[in-house]
């Protein structure tokens, strides 16, 4: 498919995981690929060589998105790259901490809000300059912040802060042609969730969902390259669960 051919794309986090199914995806619509990492560099190169295998475009990007200037620095690389049109932003970068409220600490509390909301906040706002008409960015949500799901009340409050942004911004962005959407997993066999990949814990993501195998990357993947598609053109301020029918 080409449906994307001629659109340049930012996708964080995408060395591994989500991000990785989110960059191979939007490649293969035919979009020029940054494969951002933080620390995982040799998995970076190889997603870069697996699109540039297939004829697709693509280059590596780094920056410490925990960082307070994170998000700046990455922009200036991308512009670097990019010179002044990027068309797609894919904000997937994360990470989550299971504990308790009692075992949950300031440091903890405070390392989630910078990588999950802080980050995507003022990457979009260093990236809006270069951002045109048609333009999509796509957040990354979670079924933790529409229900209840273990001991994950800190990461989940993080995702609904992203819900929270994505309407906001979508709002603020529609009158530039900028539409802005989240897609929202449930468990998902990645490294984040790696308590999926025990016999108990394959058992609890199969009993709250409606389909019943764990879901892979790629299930996510193709949904976000979707609504950085023209098909998704009016679709906007959307939060959409991609969670096999989780908690129904």
Same mark, same amino acid.
Request: hydrophobic content about 45%.
């Given at each position: 498919?080409?449906?994307?051919?001629?659109?340049? !794309?930012?996708?964080?986090?995408?060395?591994?995981?989500?991000?990785?199914?989110?960059?191979?995806?939007?490649?293969?619509?035919?979009?020029?690929?940054?494969?951002?990492?933080?620390?995982? !560099?040799? $998995?970076?190169?190889?997603?870069?060589? $697996?699109?540039?295998?297939?004829?697709g475009r693509a280059d590596t990007i780094t920056a410490d998105l925990s960082a307070p200037d994170g998000p700046h620095k990455l922009a200036s690389q991308v512009r670097a790259v990019v010179g002044d049109r990027l068309d797609i932003l894919v904000a997937n970068a994360g990470i989550s901490k299971s504990a308790t409220i009692e075992a949950t600490t300031v440091e903890d509390f405070d390392r989630l809000f910078a990588v999950n909301v802080r980050a995507p906040f003022f990457l979009v706002q260093q990236l809006l300059p270069i951002m045109g008409k048609d333009g999509s960015i796509v957040l990354l949500s979670s079924l933790g912040a529409h229900a209840a799901v273990g001991t994950l009340s800190a990461y989940a409050a993080t995702k609904g802060a992203i819900d929270t942004l994505v309407k906001y911004f979508a709002a603020a962005l529609g009158e530039r042609?900028?539409?802005?959407?989240?897609v929202a997993p449930g468990i998902v066999a990645t490294?984040?969730?790696?308590?999926?990949?025990?016999? $108990?814990?394959?058992?609890?993501?199969?009993?709250?969902?409606?389909?019943?195998?764990?879901?892979?990357?790629?299930d996510i993947g193709g949904v976000v390259a979707f609504l950085a598609s023209d098909d998704a053109r009016w679709i906007s301020g959307d939060t959409v669960r991609v969670d096999g029918g989780s908690k129904l």
């Amino acid at each position: 498919m080409t449906k994307l051919s001629g659109k340049t !794309a930012l996708v964080t986090g995408a060395s591994r995981g989500l991000g990785r199914a989110s960059a191979l995806a939007l490649a293969r619509m035919g979009a020029q690929v940054l494969v951002h990492y933080s620390s995982g !560099a040799k $998995e970076a190169e190889a997603v870069v060589a $697996e699109i540039r295998k297939a004829g697709g475009r693509a280059d590596t990007i780094t920056a410490d998105l925990s960082a307070p200037d994170g998000p700046h620095k990455l922009a200036s690389q991308v512009r670097a790259v990019v010179g002044d049109r990027l068309d797609i932003l894919v904000a997937n970068a994360g990470i989550s901490k299971s504990a308790t409220i009692e075992a949950t600490t300031v440091e903890d509390f405070d390392r989630l809000f910078a990588v999950n909301v802080r980050a995507p906040f003022f990457l979009v706002q260093q990236l809006l300059p270069i951002m045109g008409k048609d333009g999509s960015i796509v957040l990354l949500s979670s079924l933790g912040a529409h229900a209840a799901v273990g001991t994950l009340s800190a990461y989940a409050a993080t995702k609904g802060a992203i819900d929270t942004l994505v309407k906001y911004f979508a709002a603020a962005l529609g009158e530039r042609g900028i539409r802005v959407n989240a897609v929202a997993p449930g468990i998902v066999a990645t490294d984040m969730s790696n308590f999926a990949k025990t016999d $108990e814990g394959q058992a609890f993501a199969l009993g709250i969902q409606s389909l019943k195998r764990l879901a892979q990357p790629d299930d996510i993947g193709g949904v976000v390259a979707f609504l950085a598609s023209d098909d998704a053109r009016w679709i906007s301020g959307d939060t959409v669960r991609v969670d096999g029918g989780s908690k129904l």
